[in-house]
């Protein structure tokens, strides 16, 4: 890509996008676009066509995407099966009527089945059941990457699409009720601790910054206390969903948009598959580190970095999704690219941004 291509980065205010964006700056890319969902709502297909006509972008980066974690994923179903298709269909439709050079489509690694063996490579596509609770999401993640692989198959465009693992880092979400596993554990922790340390001014000043079912630092103490207790926050313990063993992989977010530039500036599609094969397909490349840790161990770093002494405990009740879901990085390696940032750096680094956030 020349410097000053025109890139638009959908979905650049996102945990990926928004440093995709800054990897792409540092990189000397001075051409780049990105609209808010307040100014491009990206399910509006009338909307997307006319940004298109308007920006006719060069190389497009779809970071955009309807995300959360087990329990916005069982209970929103239609909400991600839906809008991720929408997203998809209309960024890929218009970046292929207007000529784009190169799109990158990110997906997800929830998109192997249920029981993938692992570590999963990408040949694990679509040979056995996905699992239940995050059905929908994969489903559409699926659809998006075939859709990459088939209009490159039928008109010779040049879309890749990436598979990264389970990605934490600056500019996540901390919902307790959509966030991923990682950062609502930090939050969860955090304000533990707090609790635990009867520390009401770092409370309110939390949740003035991110409120809780329209609870915030001005609300009543009981009412706090109340709301915290309800997603297993309380003074002397914190409780998490699961029974903690489930290993997990998991990738800095730096990381992930590293390896989407470095795979926009060097890879095409004809390198993701080998020139003998007849059925040209699982073209898509996993990004991760290829290493994993337990849930309860993820959970004593989280506190050790935290400072927090209280206990930590698991609620089996709830469910823990795919048992393992370690991905195959030998093609990614294969490609030129590895990871720098390790788990225990990285847990380092966002709980620091975290507090740097809560202070603006």
Known sequence: MEKSAKIYVAGHHGLVGSAIWRNLQEKGYTN??????????????TAVKKF????????????????GGIMANSTYRADFIYKNLQIQQNVIGESF???????????????????AEQPMKEDALLTSPLEYTNEPYAIAKIAGLKMCESFNLQYGTNYIAVMPTNLYGPNDNFDLERSHVLPAMIRKIYLAKCLNEENWQAICQDLNVR????????????DILQTLESYGITK??????????????????????????????RINFSDTFKPQ????????????????????????????????????????????GTM???????KLHELGWHHKIDIEEGIHKMFQWYLEYKKK
Not at 211 to 222: A, D, K, Q, V, Y
Not at 300 to 313: C, P, Q
């Open 32 to 45: 780049l676009i990105g609209k808010s969902h307040k100014e491009l709502d990206l399910l509006d297909g």
């Open 52 to 67: 298109f006509d308007e920006e006719t972008p060069e190389y497009v980066i779809l970071a955009a995407a309807h995300v």
């Open 97 to 115: 009527r207007h000529g784009v050079e190169k799109l990158l489509f990110l997906g997800s690694t929830c998109i192997y089945p249920k029981n």
């Open 211 to 222: 409120p809780i079912e329209g609870i915030n630092g001005c609300s009543h103490e009981l």
């Open 236 to 265: 002397y313990e914190v409780r998490l969903w699961g029974t903690g063993k489930p290993l997990r992989e998991f990738l800095w977010s730096e990381d992930m948009a590293d390896a989407s530039v470095y795979i926009m500036e």
């Open 277 to 320: 094969d007849t059925d040209i397909r699982n073209c898509h490349i996993n990004i991760g580190t290829g290493k994993e840790i337990s849930i309860q161990e993820l959970a004593k770093l989280i506190g050790k970095e935290v400072g927090y002494s209280g206990m930590i405990k698991f609620n089996p009740e709830k469910p823990d």
């Open 324 to 330: 393992r879901k370690l991905t195959d990085v030998t």
